[in-house]
């Protein structure tokens, strides 16, 4: 199956804490994108890590890519109420295939 | 810019009704995709057209249907409607396929109720 496996599903952690949510996958890839949704909202796009790159920052966001284990991360530091969502990973394989998406983890910072 | 807007964004229909949905990309993106969200099947993908073409299909029967125009508007119809069918529907736009490292930029997403 091409969608990524988030894990784990549900993260409850304090503000100002930080946050770890882990993707793996089964297919090789092109770039792994990791999108932010909140509640009954459409998604946010937050990163894309290419297949060849390790590790890239964004602001507080935090990406690596391990291609040998099918496996990536997303790092969150000093993480607000407003970090509350639900996060998905999406690799995206070579060739003719769709952007999709798995479970998602949904993280609740308390304030 | 204008980001990806759907219309309408709630709608209640009658079982057995059919119902189109819009959704209009980001000026310039040629790829939209859309899917349906529930609380128990998750994010689930329709449809991806690109260029007017539907270049991939999930896995829905053939009650949901879907097109895109020469402007790249994209729209969605479901026919027959069904309890099931309830569901946050998302569209999404990117200025290319997503094979080619570019993300994708949703919109607001339409709320159906089915009853």
């Known amino acids: 199956s091409q969608q990524g496996e988030e894990d784990p599903q549900a993260l409850s952690i304090q503000e100002g804490e930080n946050a770890t949510m882990n993707c793996s996958y089964k297919t090789s890839i092109n770039n792994l994108q990791w999108y932010r949704q909140n509640s009954g909202r459409g998604l946010v796009h937050l990163i894309l890590i290419r297949s060849n790159e390790r590790e890239k920052h964004s602001g507080r966001l935090r990406v690596t890519l391990d291609t040998s284990k099918k496996s990536s991360s997303l790092l969150i530091t000093a993480s607000r109420a407003a970090d509350t969502a639900s996060y998905f990973c999406?690799?995206?394989?070579?060739?003719?295939?769709?952007?999709?998406f798995g479970k998602g983890t949904r993280l609740s910072v308390i304030a | 810019k204008a980001g990806v807007t759907q219309t309408p964004r709630y709608l209640i229909k009658t079982r057995g009704q059919q119902v189109t949905l819009s959704c209009s990309p980001i000026s310039g993106h040629r790829s939209v995709s859309w899917y349906q969200q529930t609380p128990g099947q998750g994010l689930q993908f329709l449809f991806e057209?690109?260029?007017?073409?539907?270049?991939n299909k999930g896995n829905f029967p053939g009650r949901f249907s879907g097109r895109q125009f020469s402007n790249s508007r994209s729209e969605m119809n479901v026919s027959t409607l069904e309890l099931g069918d309830s569901a946050l529907y998302l569209c999404?736009?990117?200025?290319?396929?997503?094979?080619?490292?570019?993300?994708?930029?949703f919109g607001q997403g339409t709320r159906l109720t089915v009853v």
């Open positions: 999406a690799p995206v394989p070579p060739g003719n295939t769709p952007l999709v």
């Open positions: 999404a736009s990117s200025p290319l396929r997503i094979q080619l490292n570019t993300e994708a930029f």
């Open positions: 057209y690109f260029s007017e073409t539907q270049r």
